[in-house]
């Protein structure tokens, strides 16, 4: 497997933006926030369909490098072969069809097809013989898991958040929605006006709050992230009176 550092995969995502600017739909347009789908099926040429991908909806996405057979589930929760051909992306169903869950929707396309352009950069190091072949399935939050367990996960994830969200476009969504240059504090209890306003810039860029608070972060946007616990800024160690 290719070991890449974060570099090498901010590099990897700048390459694959210039090339999606150049799309003949998006040449000589102003673009505000990238369409994963987009990206996937005209730019790498992959296909993308929707099933549902476990009993309790957990699998996110799935793809494969060379064809295999995984399973899906029916509407009765039944269990179904299918057979990934190596050039398709599957999605969860349930993701398409909720309008709320848009940003995973879109993060999980932008994972799966990232394990594609890994594939098709490094043929020789990915998923390069029969033994190391898997499917790639996207699960949630993984992005927040360490210790890092799957270096495959980790690098598709990577370059899924450089992708969706590259520093201008976050820029630029800074300035639309009055964040300003930095934002020092993420808190909905105690700065719910700057949350709000974060939180209608990452609708507008069709990524998750999650998501676009973790590449905040990495990129110096925002110093304190208080997404998962507002309270934790006023968290004491009760010492029981002594």
Request: with cysteine; hydrophobic share 35%; charged share 25%.
């Given at each position: 497997m ?38 996937v ?8 369909e ?33 057979e ?30 990232s ?107 925002l ?20």
């Amino acid at each position: 497997m290719k070991c890449l550092s974060r570099a090498d995969i901010e590099a990897i995502a700048e390459r694959v933006l210039k090339a999606y600017y150049q799309l003949p739909q998006n040449k000589d347009t102003e673009i505000y926030r990238i369409d994963p789908e987009q990206l996937v099926t005209e730019l790498l040429g992959l296909k993308v369909e929707y099933e549902h991908l476990s009993y309790d909806r957990h699998i996110l996405g799935a793809t494969t490098t060379a064809p295999m057979i995984i399973e899906i589930y029916m509407g009765d929760d039944t269990e179904q072969h299918y057979e990934l051909d190596g050039n398709t992306i599957l999605i969860e169903r349930d993701l398409r069809d909720d309008c709320t869950q848009l940003g995973r929707c879109n993060f999980s396309l932008a994972h799966e097809g990232s394990h594609q352009i890994l594939k098709m950069l490094y043929p020789h190091d990915y998923d390069a013989s029969p033994q190391t072949q898997k499917v790639h399935y996207y699960q949630a939050n993984s992005e927040k898991r360490r210790p890092i367990a799957d270096w495959y996960e980790w690098q598709a994830n990577a370059l899924a958040s450089a992708i969706l969200l590259p520093r201008d476009l976050i820029c630029r969504g800074m300035y639309m929605f009055s964040l300003g240059e930095k934002v020092k504090t993420l808190n909905k209890v105690f700065f719910p006006k700057e949350y709000e306003h974060f939180s209608d810039m990452a609708s507008f860029l069709g990524v998750s709050k999650t998501a676009l608070a973790i590449r905040m972060k990495q990129l110096g946007l925002l110093e304190n992230n208080h997404l998962d616990d507002p309270y934790c800024i006023v968290d004491i160690d009760y010492d029981g009176g002594n």
